[in-house]
């Protein structure tokens, strides 16, 4: 059964660093074609993708906030983790991971989609 | 605002027929980039309803369909039911940039 797992701080202060946490299990980080993504959801609001890593590190992040945003993983723990720098009251959201997987080769990938999500963690961010 | 534009709502009876449109641009769905499809029930995390515009995951019913045109994707709900009430969201990206981008997503009333 593949599972994954959000993890990180309730409640975050402005201009400080949110560091997320997601565990995985029942599929290795390492298998070719694996990935996971970070999503967001403010309050009442849409989805965001954040960012995504794959099995050979490879990692892509939002346009928008690529700036501030750090994804790595560590597969021996398999977790992967999302570090946003500088939080604002507007990065309050629920936080989830979602597993990705794709086939093929650069840059001719086919996506398979989000295909498992963990159950979220929400984090607001207040002095 | 997203690049992707989804209505904010759609409405129908139970047993009808609903569409929900996703509108991109040459940059991401015109430029042949594949739409996911979405949905998040109330007060849960979101679930793949479609993958490559039209391939539904194992589980999936039938009544969900989509499809992909120019710089445009929709999702289509046959036989509508109560349990559909829910938010649905497109998402498509750049294949060289790699940077994914989902629709602002549509709430699906069942009258």
């Known amino acids: 059964q593949v599972t994954l797992k959000e993890s990180g701080p309730v409640l975050v202060k402005p201009t400080e660093t949110l560091t997320l946490t997601c565990t995985v299990s029942?599929?290795?980080?390492?298998?070719?074609?694996?990935?996971v993504s970070w999503i967001r959801q403010p309050p009442g609001k849409a989805l965001e993708w954040l960012a995504h890593?794959?099995?050979?590190?490879?990692?892509s992040y939002s346009t928008s906030l690529k700036t501030r945003l750090t994804i790595s993983k560590d597969t021996s723990k398999s977790q992967v983790v999302l570090t946003m720098t500088n939080v604002d009251p507007v990065d309050t959201a629920t936080y989830y991971c979602a597993r990705v997987s794709r086939s093929g080769y650069y840059p001719f990938y086919y996506y398979f989609g989000m295909d498992v999500w963990g159950q979220g963690t929400t984090v607001t961010v207040s002095s | 605002q997203s690049v992707l534009t989804q209505p904010p709502s759609v409405s129908g009876a139970p047993g009808q027929r609903v569409t929900i449109s996703c509108t991109g641009n040459?940059?991401?769905?015109?430029?042949?980039?594949?739409v996911q499809w979405y949905q998040q029930l109330p007060g849960t995390a979101p679930k793949l309803l479609i993958f490559g515009n039209s391939n539904r995951p194992s589980g999936v019913p039938d009544r969900f369909s989509a499809s992909k045109s120019d710089t445009s994707a929709s999702l289509a709900i046959t036989g509508l039911q109560a349990e559909d009430e829910a938010d649905y969201y497109c998402?498509?990206?750049?294949?060289?940039?790699?940077?994914?981008?989902f629709g602002g997503g549509t709430k699906l009333t069942v009258l």
């Open positions: 029942g599929f290795s980080l390492s298998t070719a074609g694996m990935g």
């Open positions: 040459s940059s991401n769905i015109g430029e042949g980039h594949d």
């Open positions: 998402l498509s990206f750049g294949i060289r940039l790699s940077v994914w981008v």
């Open positions: 890593i794959f099995s050979g590190d490879e990692k």
